[in-house]
C-alpha cells in the first residue's frame, strides 16, 4: 500500500506491471493481496488514461482519511514529547 501511495502522491500512478517489477512477492501472492485491498475498499485499481491496456493502482479515499488521522495523532503525540 505504501508503494502505491508513495507514487500517486508523486503524480506518477504506479501500475500492476510495475508493481509485480518490485519483486515484493510472487504474482499470484501480490494478486491475491490486492483483492483483499480493493475487496475492503482500500485500493482502487483503473484503467490509465493515457495507454488503455495498463491497469493504475491508487489509494482509496477512505485510506487517505485514515493515513491523514493517524498522521495527526503522531503530530500530538510528538507535540506532547518537547520539554
Given at each position: 500500500?505504501?508503494e502505491i ?8 500512478p504506479l ?21 483483499r ?12 488514461r ?5 491497469i493504475e493502482?491508487?489509494v482509496?479515499p477512505?485510506l487517505?482519511r485514515i493515513?491523514?488521522?493517524y ?10 514529547r518537547?520539554?
Amino acid at each position: 500500500m505504501h508503494e502505491i501511495g508513495y507514487y500517486e502522491d508523486t503524480g506518477v500512478p504506479l501500475s500492476l506491471k510495475r508493481l509485480f517489477q518490485h519483486g515484493i512477492g510472487s504474482v499470484a501472492t501480490v494478486q491475491r493481496r490486492l483483492k483483499r485491498l480493493k475487496d475492503l475498499g482500500l485500493i482502487r485499481n483503473q484503467r490509465s488514461r493515457t495507454d488503455r491496456r495498463s491497469i493504475e493502482l491508487s489509494v482509496s479515499p477512505k485510506l487517505r482519511r485514515i493515513y491523514e488521522q493517524y498522521a495527526a495523532l503522531l503530530a500530538r503525540g510528538a507535540n506532547n514529547r518537547q520539554p
